[in-house]
């Protein structure tokens, strides 16, 4: 299993369409095979995100993704970094580099990878969601 933290635009691309790279993200993770990195912070604003009405995201599915993250388990790794290092264009985005830091993340995936700093970062790999499934392996059917 990889452990990778998920931005909130990959959730959000990936619930919004059943097809395409975030969609299989968001699979992979509900079904065990992605471990993803979450911290307080991160989760906030997934939450945040995802509950805007001009979403319309379903609500069945929003509290599914929020119940799998905040639920204490192997599937999940919680974490809650002290340091918020200032590394990313946007100083949002300094939450979920701090979160792949502290919870020793293979991958950062994201589909702003500009926002970010140069891949690899910190042994971090920070890349989309089609070059996460084509250098995991897992972009065929696991």
Do not use: K
């Not at 599914?64 to 264009?89: I, K, M, N, S, W």
């Not at 996460?132 to 065929?140: E, K, V």
């Amino acid at each position: 299993m990889i452990r990778a933290v998920v931005d909130t635009n990959v959730w959000v691309a990936g619930l919004l369409s059943t097809t395409g790279p975030p969609a299989r993200i968001v699979d992979l993770v509900l079904r065990g095979l992605i471990i993803p990195v979450v911290s307080p912070a991160t989760l906030d604003e997934l939450e945040h995100v995802l509950r805007r009405p001009e979403l319309a995201l379903s609500v069945r599915d929003v509290m599914a993704v929020l119940t799998y993250l905040r639920l204490p388990g192997t599937h999940v790794a919680h974490v809650d970094p002290e340091d918020l290092e200032r590394v990313c264009v946007d100083p949002d985005d300094d939450i979920f580099t701090a979160a792949a830091v502290e919870g020793e993340a293979a991958y950062l995936i994201t589909g702003n990878t500009r926002h970010f700093p140069q891949s690899p970062w910190r042994g971090i790999q920070i890349v989309d969601p089609a070059t996460f499934l084509q250098r995991s392996g897992l972009s065929a059917d696991a």
